[in-house]
């Protein structure tokens, strides 16, 4: 079952006087456990797709539906839920709260649910010893590497053990090396959890390890098979 389909979703933006057509006519199936890519140039529409996808943000045209709901039917309040329960959230900046330190960083989108502190101290633990910073839990971002901090951020997107992990170029602000150390770990948390990962990409080397890539261009999905047999 498709935990993520677009149906037709176009978005664009008006500066002034010009329009950009961040997403044109965007048609997209997800299944659940895949570990999808979504590669293109700066300006493609990586960040608007992710948004839409995560219902940060809604089309102009065309339907989202997150695991099976039509998400710009939902209440405010069914939005937040979907949005707090079912997706998890990693940014190219990390965004970790800094006055926090690592097992508190990971904490907060557990404060939104409804479980004790023991209940999230034993998710929390789990997800600290899954990226390999339990030598870490009380440490300060500033006293963390940024590869650390990615993983402080993977961790804090799994501990509510979404359905759906969204990543919006994970590895841009990282060193090639560390950016694939990444990459390596979303996919053994994939694979070990079965959540599905969205990320996006510019990197041609990231595509490797991702079990499906979507090549956007000027907003489109670009298919390279019509390229060939055209
Ligand atoms: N809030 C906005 N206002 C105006 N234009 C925007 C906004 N967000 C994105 N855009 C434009 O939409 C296009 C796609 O942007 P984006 O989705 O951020 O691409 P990517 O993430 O692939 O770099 C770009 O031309 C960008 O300048
Ligand atoms: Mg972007």
Do not use: W
Request: hydrophobic fraction near 40%; glycine fraction near 8%.
């Amino acid at each position: 079952m498709a935990i993520v389909s677009l149906v037709d979703i176009s978005k664009t933006y008006k500066m002034g006087q010009s329009e950009v057509h961040a997403l044109q006519n965007v048609s997209l199936k997800i299944d659940k456990g895949e570990f999808l890519a979504v590669a293109g140039s700066s300006g493609s529409g990586k960040t608007t797709m992710l948004n839409m996808i995560g219902c940060l943000d809604y089309p102009d045209s065309g339907k989202v539906c997150v695991d099976g709901a039509d998400v710009t039917l939902l209440k405010p309040n069914q939005l937040a839920r979907l949005r707090n329960r079912k997706i998890g959230f990693i940014f190219q900046s990390f965004n970790l709260i800094p006055v926090l330190n690592v097992y508190e960083n990971i904490e907060l989108p557990l404060l939104l649910s409804t479980k004790t502190a023991k209940e999230r101290e034993k998710l929390i633990l789990k997800f600290i010893d899954a990226v390999g910073l339990g030598e870490h839990i009380h440490h300060k971002p500033d006293e963390l590497s940024g590869g650390q901090r990615q993983r402080v951020a993977i961790a804090r997107a799994l501990t509510t053990e979404p359905d759906l992990v969204l990543a919006d170029e994970p590895t841009a602000n990282l060193d090639s090396k560390t950016g694939m150390t990444i990459i390596d770990l979303m996919l053994e948390l994939n694979q070990h959890f079965g959540t599905t990962f969205i990320f996006s990409t510019h990197d041609s080397k990231v595509l490797e390890h991702a079990s499906r890539v979507v090549n956007l261009e000027d907003g489109r999905i670009i298919n390279q098979l019509e390229e060939v047999t055209g």
